[in-house]
């Protein structure tokens, strides 16, 4: 039977919106970056124990991962949101932007930790499931792979899930709105840092040195074909080179040139194929300027693949409870990436996206003006409870 068309939200969740809105701010005000989550997690363990959680700490240095048995039954589901903010500048003015310069919570981890944090005071107070409840609170997801640290520490070994999932807050889709897809949903991305190396000299005799400059802008270019000559157009992959640098004044041809690189793929064999190209390519037209090259090749997240059957019964739940017009049709790829893709290789599940909301709630992720949509709260928390229940049903 689906929810009440009026108010979606769960009356537990209703219950105390105010206070996890109250909490998502006091998160978003004292953003902390990649592995310096300790009053964040302090935060989580405090109102995880208070609701009667079995809490860990350490694991991926500062997540935190609180456990709920309930009944006898043997189901294990792992329910995971990041805690981690960017180093970025905030620039939004609202009464609770950071406190901190150059950090911020650019990308909604703030309204991840909030969302689950909800989720979890519900399910302990409504106590309508049987199993193990594992909520998984990571470091470190914004490229520094907090998912990999925790599943190297014992993630999967110490709290098992028969499934896992995560969302991510999506701008540009209508708020509250759920997208589920089965298969590649984020890409995959690599860091590529070339180097490039000449003989230095003075601008006005090239003769008589290597211009890394010039094998630098071949490289530049020669790359540009990856894609549109090597890449079947029915198959997805990106290079960008994000950043060039190399000398200081325009009468002196520098040592080296440093070119970055973000490189994504959909498929494990195109990301392969990626890494040979770029490297074969970089060599070769640094050869043909008499230059030399270093190719720094950083295998950073697989891509996000969910699994068929747990994207499906997730799917299921949120059109049995809240309707067909709550869900996002046809969802396409996006070339996001995220590092739940790791705890994918471990055990199936899926990784969902909520709405953010378009117009004021459009604002892209990484950017100094983003804000999490408090409107999603509610009814995402709400989401997290009915799988939960749905997932860890008692037997009969």
């Known amino acids: 039977m689906k929810q009440d068309e009026q108010d979606p939200v769960l009356p537990e969740i209703r219950a105390i919106q105010d206070e996890m809105v109250a909490l998502r701010h006091r ?89 689950l944090l909800a989720a979890a005071r519900a399910l302990a107070g409504r106590a309508r499931f049987e199993g193990a409840l594992n909520l998984i609170f990571q470091p470190a997801e914004e490229g520094h792979g907090g998912a990999q640290r925790m599943i190297e520490d014992g ?111 959909r498929r494990a064999e195109t990301r392969a194929l990626l890494r040979e190209r770029i490297t074969a390519i970089a060599t070769a037209q640094a050869a043909v300027h008499r230059a030399t090259v270093e190719v720094d090749y950083r295998w950073r997240y697989p891509p996000v693949v969910n699994d068929r059957e747990a994207t499906a019964f997730a799917e299921e739940v949120a059109r049995r409870w809240l309707g067909e017009d709550w869900l996002i049709p046809d969802l396409e790829p996006l070339q996001a990436s995220d590092d739940f893709a790791f705890m994918l290789q471990e055990a199936p599940g899926s990784y969902f996206i909520v709405g953010n909301g378009e117009g004021e709630g459009g604002c892209m992720v990484h950017n100094p003006g983003y804000d999490f949509n408090d409107a999603i709260l509610p009814v995402t928390a709400s989401y997290w409870v009915r799988l939960a229940e749905a997932f860890l049903a008692p037997a009969g």
């Open 155 to 265: 993630l999967f070994q110490r709290f098992p899930c028969d499934a896992v999932y995560s969302f991510h807050n999506e701008p540009g889709y209508p708020a509250g709105r759920f997208g589920f897809r089965a298969g590649a949903m984020y890409s995959s991305s690599d860091t590529v840092i070339i180097t490039v190396r000449g003989v230095g000299g003075h601008g006005a005799m090239p003769h008589a040195a290597v211009d890394p400059v010039v094998a630098a802008a071949g490289i530049v270019l020669a790359l540009q074909t990856i894609v549109s000559r090597e890449i079947d157009p029915n198959d997805m992959a990106v290079v960008t080179i994000g950043a060039i640098h190399g000398g200081d004044a325009p009468n002196v041809i520098p040592q080296s040139v440093e070119l970055r690189l973000t490189v994504r793929a």
């Open 27 to 115: 998160i978003h005000a004292h953003p902390e970056l990649a592995y310096e989550e300790h009053a964040t997690g302090d935060l989580v363990a405090e109102r995880l124990a208070a609701w009667g959680y079995e809490v860990h700490r350490g694991l991926g240095g500062t997540g935190v991962v609180g456990t709920l048995r309930r009944g006898a039954g043997g189901r294990r589901l792992g329910l995971r949101a990041d805690m981690d903010a960017l180093p970025i500048q905030e620039t939004t003015g609202l009464p609770y932007a950071s406190r901190l310069a150059g950090k911020m919570h650019a990308c909604g981890h703030d309204g991840h930790t909030a969302t």
